[in-house]
Nanobody, 119 residues
Framework: QVQLVESGGGLVQPGGSLRLSCAAS????????MGWYRQAPGKQRELVAG???????NYADSVKGRFTISRDNAKNTVYLQMNSLKPEDTAVYYC?????????????WGQGTQVTVSS
């Protein structure tokens, strides 16, 4: 099992920056792929950024060049650095841990942290 706790959300002005953190416990962190998802009111939950256990990253087109995902396996933590924030980035951001096996996929979610971009 994996328990995930997000932090770092809040209110920020357009053009500002935030860094989200997701602390994991309960299992071996390094074997999981990690991701950040977000869900805005009336919208589907979408993948924002992902990072594999090997360090490969991918990003939604809407955040490329502005957001950076990273992980520190020694600290069991994944980060999302968000720069040049836009009002459209307003959403609840969720941390995700995933381990894919041939017959099973194990997925865990954090409780979410609110990010509001507004002047």
């Amino acid at each position: 099992q994996v328990q995930l706790v997000e932090s770092g959300g809040g209110l920020v002005q357009p053009g500002g920056s935030l860094r989200l953190s997701c602390a994991a416990s309960g299992s071996i962190f390094s074997i999981y792929a990690m991701g950040w998802y977000r869900q805005a009111p009336g919208k589907q939950r979408e993948l924002v950024a992902g990072i594999t256990n090997g360090g490969s990253t991918n990003y939604a087109d809407s955040v490329k060049g502005r957001f950076t995902i990273s992980r520190d396996n020694a600290k069991n933590t994944v980060y999302l650095q968000m720069n040049s924030l836009k009002p459209e980035d307003t959403a609840v951001y969720y941390c995700n841990a995933r381990r894919s096996l041939p017959a099973h996929e194990y997925i865990y979610w954090g409780q979410g942290t609110q990010v509001t971009v507004s002047s």
